[in-house]
């Protein structure tokens, strides 16, 4: 099928950056709650599971597809607004740690609610883009499927408007604020429980975004996240876990690097895969403890 | 302008505030005198609302106690806290826009307003609040406080970490701002001398409860008081 080491060389790293793609849009979910509050959502891929199934639910009901995601992504704000000031912030004062539980039990409820709702056979989304047998372009000799394509620039689009929120916007120019320190931010009127809640939202909708794009290949069951939601946690840290960009290129690394172990390492199974890619975000922190591009603050006292 | 009666607050069960009263005038700089531990931190938040408290504090009109620290600030109350509380991730510039948080014209007029006045916040305009010195920061905190058009500013003890030289420019500063604009000013310090030199009136509080009030003349004259209280 390959003529030649150079074509299959292409071929994984366009598999890889798809890959990535994906895990770079759960980062950038989970960033946009870090850089707030400072917490890592252990719930935010069960929410965009849920958010995947409502989506999947109104196409069935006539909507069109792009309609039912973008709806899928305002029940994820809400959700995530409501987990934040329902569940996260009441636990937030008393007790840190309770926070961590929080979002585990979250974890587990919501993925019990969508096998109550929805039931455990599995079901179909749509691709947006198109994703038949004969969609796709050569590259070099190697096969780049049209949704792939598709995926990677709505992941970069999202990217732009992130970066846009964060530095063009006043809520963006509050979301930094508060990230940086809260006290301050309340002495300058901002409202900061709503700010975090907000933040919370933001992260729901994208989160429900990747879960919908990620359906159409994966197939949409209550265990759609799990693997993408690990490996999505490791490029939010690789890449510092404040930083967009940093989401962007851990999740698009550790998508290569998946794809290159499973293509050149083949003695290696696929459990043994996971480890390698953990071990090398290791060696990564060991060097920068800030990840890739986390914020090392300077401060002058 | 501002009438605080019988204001208390505690951290957990310790009570910080004995239920203290004070006034500050239109226009007036009114300092609140006072060693570490006094209580004087506690006083600026209480107004401010970052804690919780009990007592009656009227700012024109408005009970202050009933009110979110955003409200406060809203109805023009601008605060500086201990230690400057500069946003030190963020540039000088975002750290005056977010001080223009409550308001929507006129910002960028503001923002050319207080980079005229601070020149050395305009040099450093694209630079991390962090990486700045210690007077720059406090230049910061005021000019960010500023930005908010406050009626009335609260100063937390600016002189905290600066060199006395800094500081006596960072007063003259202060009182600058006053006189043009008429901006009332509530400043808490240790530094008594310093701080009676700018001030129209002062109080003297000592373990939460306000033991001494006067004009600053009149304290700077009162050498029990002195003694007693401000270390001289």
């Not at chain 1, 849920?50 to 959700?79: D, E, H, K, N």
């Not at chain 1, 947006?128 to 992941?155: C, K, N, S």
């Not at chain 1, 390698?276 to 403890?289: E, G, K």
């Not at chain 2, 701080?195 to 373990?207: E, G, M, N, P, S």
Request: glycine share 12%.
């Amino acid at each position: 099928m390959f003529a030649n080491s150079f074509e299959l060389f292409i071929q994984r790293t366009v598999d890889g950056l798809a890959a990535g793609s994906i895990y770079a849009l759960l980062a950038l979910a989970l960033v946009v709650v870090f850089r707030g509050s400072g917490q890592l959502n252990f719930a935010q891929g069960e929410m965009g599971m849920f958010c995947a199934f409502v989506a999947s639910t109104l196409t069935l009901s006539g909507l069109p597809l792009w309609l039912s995601i973008l709806l899928s992504m305002v029940v994820g704000f809400v959700m995530g607004v409501g987990i934040e000031r329902v569940v996260i912030r009441p636990l937030e004062h008393k007790n840190p740690g309770g926070v961590l539980v929080a979002a585990i039990g979250l974890f587990l409820l919501i993925n019990q609610l969508a096998v109550a709702v929805w039931g455990v056979d599995p079901r179909g989304l749509a691709s947006l883009f198109p994703d038949g047998e004969d969609d796709f372009f050569r590259l070099f000799g190697a096969a780049v499927r049209w949704e792939r394509v598709g995926i990677f620039l709505v992941m970069l689009v999202l990217l732009a408007l992130l970066w846009a929120l964060f530095t063009k916007t006043k809520i963006g120019l509050a979301m930094r604020a508060v990230a940086n320190n809260q006290d301050s931010s309340r002495l300058v009127g901002i409202r900061v429980g709503w700010i975090l809640a907000i933040g919370w939202g933001v992260s729901g909708a994208i989160g429900a975004l990747g879960a919908a794009l990620l359906a159409p290949q994966a197939g949409l069951s209550q265990a759609l996240m799990l693997g993408p939601f690990v490996f999505a946690s490791a490029a939010a840290i690789l890449g510092g876990l404040d930083s967009p960009l940093g989401a962007v290129v851990g999740g698009l690394a550790i998508g290569l690097i998946q794809a290159y172990i499973v293509g050149y390492v083949n003695f290696l199974g696929g459990g043994m895969v996971l480890s390698v890619v953990f071990a090398i975000i290791l060696v990564v922190l060991l060097v920068r403890p800030s990840g890739l591009f986390g914020s090392q603050r300077v401060e002058r006292v | 302008m501002l009438t605080v009666s019988g204001l208390t607050a505690s951290y957990g069960p310790v009570q910080v505030l004995q239920g203290i009263d004070f006034t500050v005038g239109d226009g007036e700089i009114v300092v609140i005198l006072g060693a570490n531990g006094a209580g004087k931190t506690t006083t600026m938040r209480a107004i401010s609302g970052t804690m919780p408290r009990g007592g009656t504090v009227d700012f024109a009109g408005h009970e202050l106690t009933k009110l979110s620290p955003d409200a406060i600030v809203r109805l023009g109350v601008a605060q500086v806290p201990q230690g400057r509380g500069t946003f030190s991730d963020l540039t000088v510039h975002d750290n005056l826009m977010v001080g223009a948080f409550t308001r929507s014209s006129k910002v960028t007029e503001d923002l050319d307003r207080w980079y005229s006045v601070f020149p050395r916040l305009a040099e450093r305009r694209e630079q991390k609040a962090g990486s700045l010195s210690g007077g720059e920061q406090q230049m910061l905190a005021i000019a960010r406080a500023m930005m908010s058009r406050p009626k009335l500013l609260l100063c937390d003890e600016p002189s905290l970490g600066l060199a006395p030289i800094i500081t006596q420019d960072l007063f003259a500063r202060i009182t600058e701002l006053n006189q043009e604009s008429g901006m009332a000013v509530l400043l808490v310090e240790q530094n008594a001398n310093l701080a009676l030199k700018i001030a129209h009136r002062a109080y003297v509080l000592d373990t939460g409860r306000i033991v001494a009030s006067g004009t600053a003349a009149e304290l700077q004259a009162d050498e029990t008081i002195q003694a007693a209280y401000l270390g001289v």
